[in-house]
């Protein structure tokens, strides 16, 4: 659990009148979200629009396709905030080495420190840690005895693995396992959109899937996540990342978002992923649902 959630729940009543002030008078001040393409981002992006929205802005939310895309859509103006990953900002975003012995809260300063030299700010992380994981069946992994990522890197030879279209190319993903693990020369990588990853495991169509910490699917078809055995992932919780300049001007985008963090645990993103990705409900719903919920709407 990270040291940096802050605690609300002692005003909401001031919480309240925020949102009150936010939405009288004048017009609405726009803001654009962004978010990744997979089921976990299009779920935030759609809090944080709604969130917002609800707070008095004029929210809009579009989708982008990697992080480095949303990384230049902030600096560029097109977007003004977003929600990515520490882990990923550290290695693949700034490029910095992450030592195994480094804490969340490490990482988080990194990175913040990073963000603030170009003219940008994070919020305040969620506790769940969305890692990067490699899975297999359970039938696969007993059958190869595959139980680390270790295992693995000496076994790819003779296997398919099915990813998204980032992992082969990042530096927390296949050309880092390559470097920090050795090995890793899969039979055959095949990029698949994020939904059909799982359905290929169960399908048999590949051996191994890329996926990530707080999937609902991993507890749904009881699927083996292997140990990584050498501490290559660095901590993988979120944060909202904003545009200095919009958070100077508008201060009380803090007051909204961070209540969203403060209840994000694992067990809850894992339902909420599953209610989209596993129930085939709508991830602006799904959403509305959440913030209903928990009194933030």
Known sequence: MLNRRIFIGASLTAW?????ACSSGG???QLTVGSKEFTEQYILGNMYEIALDNAGFDAE??????????HEALLNGEIDLYPEYTGTALLSIFNLEFDPGQTADQVYDTVEEAYNAEGLAILEPTSFNNTYALMMTQERADELDVKTVSDLSTKAGELKLGT????????????????VYGGFNFDD????????????????E?????????????????????EDDKGFWPPYPVVPVVRQEVLDEHPEIADVLNPIA????????????????????????????????????
């Open 164 to 179: 998204d279209r980032e992992f082969p190319t990042r530096a927390d993903g296949l050309v880092g396992l390559q470097e």
């Open 16 to 20: 309240f009148g925020l949102l009150t």
């Open 27 to 29: 017009d609405q001040p």
């Open 262 to 297: 403060a209840l994000l645990d694992s067990e809850t993103m894992q339902q909420l992923n599953w209610e989209v990705a596993g129930n085939s409900r709508e991830p602006d719903e799904v959403a509305r649902e959440f913030l209903e919920t928990n009194g933030l709407l």
């Open 61 to 70: 939310y579009k989708v982008l396709a990697s992080s480095n895309e949303n």
């Open 189 to 204: 990588v095949v990029v698949l959109d994020a939904g059909l990853l799982y359905a290929g495991l169960e399908e048999n």
């Open 206 to 226: 590949i051996d191994v899937t890329t996926g990530y910490g707080t999937d609902g699917q991993i507890d749904a078809f009881d699927l083996v996540v292997l």
